[in-house]
């Protein structure tokens, strides 16, 4: 099949898309490590979870052997809303780099809330509502997720509580107005409404906040309010689970067209999207029946991956989560405040941390101008405005494409394009006026991290 069969857009029929999600711990000889107690040491099982999140959801979270797990109708119904999202050809960014790669990408910025936190966010609605749950605390960091569930639990008619990393808070006033659309309160994080909050502010006084401040808040309200769970956007494994949607919907397009990528891209925060779309293709390289490359691409202010640590950590900074073994910066770690709010996180899921110890996953940290420049680049010919995440892929991306210029290679590559950029407009701003800034933490800094990771035997420092 030439090139020029393959259309721009791979669309799916409704019919082909997926059933089920696909849960790739089943295919791993390895497990990840499970969730432990903070106070105890032991592993949590279902009984410990219940009191935080969702009863099926917890279900989810410990499952490690079932390969395949059906998607209620209620979810594949609103998943046909604005889905299946688009594969494109970036035929335009081929010609104007001049390579011979061929580069696609699975867009998931077609829905309001911009970005891919809804394929996860209708499935913890749903599950809570069909708890009988009054509603659901959550925390966000640049506001796509607070956005997702707001719109997620709208639809199922779930208070919902939202509490929002303060800089993104103060520079996103708009995704805050969104979110309150749906019906959802907004509260700036650290605050003086939780006891974690207040202790935090006392500590860290005039702090922007952080995604692990915001998540102990909501925690908190959720565990002290009845009939209110706690709901997460990233990192943990059902997040990972739904969001193999965007993977499964990849590789049947992907296999209509006989097209195969070489190279598997994705931006890394938590690792949800990036989890989500390399899961078939994982799946079958943990089967042995194909090989690919995967690569994470994360800030080097917040770089979790290529610099952190793989040991037992909180998931939060006010260390009431359970414990996760992941690579992580350590919870007290507060990136500085750089325009990719999604990818502020001081750890990584724990099955996408266990992929890369074993080496099937590289990594790569990239600095934000670079990677306004590759959104520019992308934007002006692709036509979509990424968002800052998303666009550390497309740097990546880009970067694959060059070197396939200089080899002469033909390599297919791949990469998730996870949401659109409009409410980052300000970073865009800073970026043009020539007032971005790369900040790169010191060793210094980083191991003040590490000292927050806790000490005890087998753990590594
Ligand atoms: C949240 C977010 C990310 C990062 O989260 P992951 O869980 O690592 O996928 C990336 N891109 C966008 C647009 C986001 O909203």
Not at 421 to 448: C, V
Request: aromatic letters at 10%.
């Amino acid at each position: 099949m030439t090139n020029r069969e393959i259309p721009y857009k791979i669309y799916l029929e409704e019919k082909e898309m997926p059933e089920k999600w696909y849960n790739v711990r089943a295919d791993m000889k390895k497990k990840p490590s499970p969730l432990l107690h903070p106070g105890t040491l032991k592993p949590m099982g279902y009984e410990d979870l219940r009191p935080v999140f969702c009863d099926e959801l917890v279900r989810q979270e410990l499952d490690d052997v079932t390969p395949y797990i059906e998607i209620p109708q209620e979810i594949r119904d609103f998943y046909k809303m604005y889905r299946p999202s688009p594969l494109v050809r970036a035929y335009c960014l081929e010609k104007k780099l001049d390579t011979p790669a061929k580069i696609y990408y699975k867009f998931e910025g077609n829905n309001t809330s911009g970005s891919h936190k809804l394929n996860s966010a209708i499935a913890q609605a749903y599950y809570a509502k069909k708890q009988g749950l009054k509603g659901v605390t959550t925390e966000t960091g640049a506001g796509q997720w607070g956005t997702a569930l707001s719109m997620a639990c709208s639809y199922f008619e779930l208070d919902c509580k939202v509490y929002m990393v303060k800089v993104s808070y103060e520079q996103k006033p708009f995704r805050r107005e969104v979110m309150r659309t749906y019906g959802a309160s907004v509260t700036p994080s650290p605050s003086e409404t939780t006891e974690v909050g207040r202790k935090i502010l006392a500590e860290h006084p005039g702090t922007t906040g952080s995604l692990g401040c915001a998540i102990s808040e909501a925690v908190e309200v959720a565990t002290h309010s009845e009939g209110y769970r706690y709901v997460l956007g990233s990192v943990l494994n059902q997040v990972l689970l739904h969001q193999s949607v965007i993977g499964l919907e990849t590789k049947t397009a992907m296999d209509k067209y006989g097209i195969r990528p070489d190279i598997i891209i994705g931006c890394a925060g938590g690792g949800s999207n990036l989890g989500g779309l390399i899961s078939p293709f994982m799946g079958e390289q943990l089967r042995g029946e194909a090989q690919y490359r995967f690569i994470a691409v994360e800030p080097a202010s917040c770089p979790s991956l290529t610099r952190g640590k793989y040991a037992y950590d909180f998931c939060d900074t006010g260390m009431v989560c359970p414990l996760a073994k992941m690579y992580t910066l350590g919870s007290g770690f507060i990136p500085s405040a750089n325009h990719a709010g999604g990818l502020r996180y001081h750890g990584m899921s724990s099955v996408l941390s266990e992929l890369y110890d074993q080496g099937l996953m590289e990594a790569r940290s990239v600095e934000q101008t670079e990677v306004f420049e590759a959104a520019e680049q992308f934007a002006r010919v692709e036509g979509i405005l990424p968002a800052p995440e998303s666009s550390h892929a497309i740097r990546a991306a880009i970067d694959e494409a060059l070197k396939c210029r200089e080899s002469g290679e033909e390599k297919t590559i791949l990469f998730g394009l996870t949401g659109t950029g409009y409410f980052d407009m300000a970073a865009y701003e800073k970026f043009h006026n020539g007032e971005m800034t790369d900040y790169i933490p010191t060793d210094g800094e980083l191991s003040a991290g590490f000292d927050g990771i806790p000490k005890f035997a087998g753990n590594p420092q």
